[in-house]
């Protein structure tokens, strides 16, 4: 077994105790797998373990790792390379959304109403629907990206307006910090405004997501509702 291999077995051992320390069900709870800190021999081990859902937060560093799946997953029967789902989850500039918006299926980092206005034109273009988290700064540190918690039903509004564009949930993170009540409450307060939007009826069905949670703090996360989190360090870090 390689180190991957072991560190992604713990891993879902601690989300399947947590989720039932909490009474969900681990099939709610998807892992979106962050390769920015990896070597490619583990993002292959962990496409070869069949995890298929990456993520990268540099639009540059995200076709870089595309490109070398790609190359190496050529030719290989099982179709790996065309089964890699990318999700961008970092900052993303205005005038990189037409460069990565082909590589990805979701968009976690949608922020501001003119980045909005930016991917819905190239979704237009694309003809496609890009599914988007709206990124809220849930612990309204200020140096912090993500849209306002009491900005967010306004912008969200805006949105669903915007025909290119899918939003399927809410996006955050939580401070940097080991105390755990501040990581929770953070993480608490996301959940309520993704329930009120949900009971408001400011958005749709496919209103489904909230990607919260990384290594150090995915069992907090769990257990306040997240159905996507995002995880690099714990398994590639060292
Ligand atoms: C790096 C990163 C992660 C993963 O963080 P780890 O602590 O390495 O698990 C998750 N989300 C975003 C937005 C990131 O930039």
Redesign the pocket.
Known sequence: MTKTEERIKQLNKNIKETCARCGRDPAEVKLVI?T??AQFEAVKDVINLGYTEL?E?HVQQLKKVAAQIDEYFEGDESNKKKKVRWHM??HLQRNKVRQVLPFCCMIHSLDTLRLAEEINTAGAKLNFQAKVLLQINASEEPQKYGVPVGAAIHLAEQIVTMPNLKLCGLMT?APLTRDKKIIRRCFVRARELFEEMKGEKIVGPEFTELSMG???DYEEAIEEGATIL?????IFAG
């Open positions: 962050v920015k800190s993520g937060n989850i970092g993170m990384m290594s150090g995002r995880i690099g360090s714990a």
